[in-house]
């Protein structure tokens, strides 16, 4: 059985316990490959490589460190079918959507931050005859960066990229659930010469290694993706030692849909934020909100839309929907559709996990579900499920809408669907959220910052933002 290894120092090793964790496929349920067991001593090394590394990374021309970037990206690229099948049985997700989506996104953060780094500029503040005030940016030392299994190789490297870029060296954990594609990022690390002890990955579990990387006195920052009661943990640890910390943490948006929208287009597309990657992306819109006289006429449109949607061997690019990540995922997905019954919710499709056959038999499959005739307030409605459920509710005002989406802890993302334009502003600016669409969704463009607002996270990734967030400013003022 393969045998995953840390990546430390620029070589691949195993870890110093010896032990390794299962990791499953989740659409057969079978144990495919192993991880290692890594402990605080694995971090530990890690962060010497890191720091022995240091000096020579950061003192490195920007020009040399991006063309390093970009040859791993080109890398990725070449190699993006094995990545893309290597996405699909470690997540469960159809690998047409890893092959579209998730690999080339990491291809284009590599080549992004690449070449980011290189317009990057400083501020200077003249104080007329006075003096001449100006900044530098300098990179902060070791960065931790910890990700989580939705969206693996994607938000590995959406951190690793730009704390890279800025001239920082990295301690890494993936998530211990989908490890595989990081691996094989370590391996293309040594193909493209990346120094070593700049980049370390270190696999295992979040209570092990991840703590001891949010811990360690040597990590000045840590950036961080995954649930929100991670995130606060995270917070309570690393705050007291004064690190940079960006949290991107969980969500529950609002799909809002008025009555004056491009209906085919609201259709179309809400069918894909709802259930792409089986509702396991952060920016899925899980509470679909619908103005009362387009209600019916949308449920009805969305339903027949949903009930063509197939479920089934990820491999297979009939497929739109794979497995869920893991058993333990599927089974909360399931009490949350049981709780929505238990709280009044009518299962108008879905509801269920799906049973396949043969090599499938155990895999972690549901159905795409829609549940109606819950209020607003109720658990269902309040809390992440992050799967593929949606709910649909009737609004009659704007007020009322928008009272409804703000009405959670959460605050990441939304989208909203009018071709009135006053309203898409009115409302847009009305929205508890970091990211708004109109009339889209997950249309990306890096340069824009991404994060969330209330308990969806702290700061903001992306653009020159996370170029900045590796690096400390000082400024310097100068007497004329
Ligand atoms: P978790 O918070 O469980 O895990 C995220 C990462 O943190 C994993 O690598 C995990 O390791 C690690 N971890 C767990 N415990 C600790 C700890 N005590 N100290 C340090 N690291 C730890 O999230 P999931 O992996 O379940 O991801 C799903 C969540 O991520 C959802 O809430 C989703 O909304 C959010 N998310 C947010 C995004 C955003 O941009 N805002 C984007 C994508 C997802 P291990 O796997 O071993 O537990």
Request: hydrophobic share 40%; glycine share 8%; net charge negative.
């Amino acid at each position: 059985m393969q045998k995953i290894k840390n990546y430390i120092n620029g070589v691949l090793v195993e870890p110093i316990s010896g032990n390794y964790l299962d990791n499953y496929n989740p659409s057969t349920g079978k144990v495919y490959s192993l991880i290692p067991d890594s402990n605080e001593q694995d971090v530990e090394l890690a962060v010497k490589a890191a720091q022995d590394a240091f000096p020579i990374w950061s003192a490195l021309p920007t020009q040399k460190r991006s063309a390093l970037l970009i040859r791993l990206s080109e890398l990725i690229e070449k190699n993006l079918e094995k990545f893309a099948v290597a996405e699909s049985v470690d997540n469960g997700k159809p690998v047409w959507l890893a092959r579209t989506v998730d690999i080339p996104r990491a291809v284009d953060n590599f080549h992004f931050y690449a070449t980011a780094a290189l317009h990057q500029s400083t501020e200077t503040h003249s104080m007329g005859d006075v003096a001449l005030n100006y900044t530098l940016r300098t990179p902060i030392g070791i960065a931790g960066c910890i990700s989580p299994w939705n969206l693996p190789l994607y938000l590995f490297s959406w951190k690793i990229a730009p704390a890279l870029a800025s001239g920082n060296c990295v301690v890494a954990k993936p998530s211990e659930i989908t490890p595989m594609t990081a691996y094989l990022l370590s391996e293309l690390a040594i193909e493209a010469g990346i120094p070593a002890g700049v980049l370390n990955i270190v696999h295992g579990l979040g209570t092990k290694v991840g703590s001891a990387i949010v811990a360690h006195p040597k990590i000045q920052a840590i950036s961080f993706t995954g649930g929100t009661k991670t995130g606060e943990h995270i917070a309570r640890v690393a705050a007291p030692m004064f690190k940079k910390l960006s949290l991107e943490l969980g969500g529950k948006n609002p799909t809002i849909i008025f009555a004056d929208c491009d209906f085919d287009k609201a259709v179309k597309t809400t069918v894909r934020s709802s259930f792409a990657n089986q509702g396991e992306i952060c920016l899925c819109g899980s509470r679909i909100f619908i103005e009362r006289p387009l209600y019916e006429k949308f449920k009805l449109a969305f339903l027949e839309e949903v009930k063509k949607l197939k479920v089934g061997d990820p491999s297979d690019d009939k497929n739109w929907l794979g497995a869920i990540v893991s058993k333990l995922h599927m089974e909360k997905i399931l009490s949350y559709i049981a709780l929505a019954q238990e709280e009044g919710g009518k299962i108008l499709h879905g509801g269920n996990r799906v049973q396949l056959d043969g090599e499938f038999a155990e895999g972690y499959f549901i159905a795409p579900t829609i549940i109606e005739g819950l209020p607003h307030d109720c658990r269902t409605n309040q809390e992440e499920i992050f799967g593929p459920v949606v709910t649909l509710q009737p609004f009659d005002t704007e007020e009322e809408v928008l009272s409804y989406a703000n009405s959670t802890n959460y605050g990441l993302a939304a989208s909203v669907w009018t071709q009135h334009l006053t309203k898409a502003h009115h409302v847009a600016a009305k929205l508890h959220s970091g990211i708004v669409w109109i009339n889209c969704w997950l249309l990306r463009d890096l340069r824009t910052p991404f994060g969330g607002v209330k308990s969806s996270g702290v700061g903001r990734e992306g653009g020159f933002e996370a170029l900045n967030f590796f690096t400390e400013e000082k400024n310097i003022c100068i007497k004329l």
